[in-house]
T-cell receptor, first 115, second 110 residues
């Protein structure tokens, strides 16, 4: 089945540690996105990528890094510089028609907690 | 910047209609979306409407858009317990980026 796979579902981070969240899609979508969700808040955009080997900062990029070496993969690293990483992280992707992105489709999320 | 607002909670009885409201500020919005999120899961795209439309109906879902007032609503007819979830409104503005509301928790009571 086509879809977006995020792993792991649950992740724990120790102080001072970097952790990487995986996002893979087999929908042949060009664009991929990472969002952070905190209780009682909407989704906030961390990073997005419209094409392989290119990505842009979203609204809350500090303390995070990404790479886009392959079309189907967009991993997110939560670095030790992110002082409040506990949140639910959602990956999304969308296709493009001309210069316009189609609706975003989401994975099932990764819940990151601090040990 | 862009802002999208929703009320936090809505409680309805099974079989009644639910109406979830959303207001946005970006007048250049091209598309507006409704997503559903069940506990511990990602967001599921329910429906979307292009900004030059007033209404879109899809089975039990009706989306109404008042572009002048920048007001969007989602009506769910014959609400069922399986409709209990958080509903997010989102608008697509410049740069193809989405701005999400805070989400409305819909509780369906028997």
């Amino acid at each position: 089945d086509g879809g977006i796979t995020q792993s792991p579902k649950y992740l724990f981070r120790k102080e001072g540690q970097n952790v990487t969240l995986s996002c893979e899609q087999n929908l042949n979508h060009d664009a991929m996105y990472w969002y952070r969700q905190d209780p009682g808040q909407g989704l906030r955009l961390i990073y997005y990528s419209q094409i392989v080997n290119d990505f842009q900062k979203g609204d809350i990029a500090e303390g995070y890094s990404v790479s886009r070496e392959k079309k189907e993969s967009f991993p997110l690293t939560v670095t030790s510089a992110q002082k409040n990483p506990t949140a639910f992280y959602l990956c999304a992707s969308s296709s493009r028609t001309g210069s316009s992105n189609q609706p975003q489709h989401f994975g099932d999320g990764t819940r990151l907690s601090i040990l | 910047g862009e802002d999208v607002e929703q009320s936090l909670f809505l409680s309805v009885r099974e079989g009644d209609s639910s109406v979830i409201n959303c207001t946005y500020t970006d007048s250049s919005s091209t598309y507006l979306y409704w997503y559903k999120q069940e506990p511990g899961a990602g967001l599921q795209l329910l429906t979307y409407i292009f900004s030059n439309m007033d209404m879109k109906q899809d089975q039990r879902l009706t989306v109404l858009l008042n572009k002048k007032d920048k007001h969007l609503s989602l009506r769910i007819a014959d609400t069922q317990t399986g409709d209990s979830a958080i509903y997010f409104c989102a608008e697509r503005g410049g740069g193809n980026k989405l701005t999400f509301g805070t989400g409305t928790q819909l509780k369906v009571e028997l």
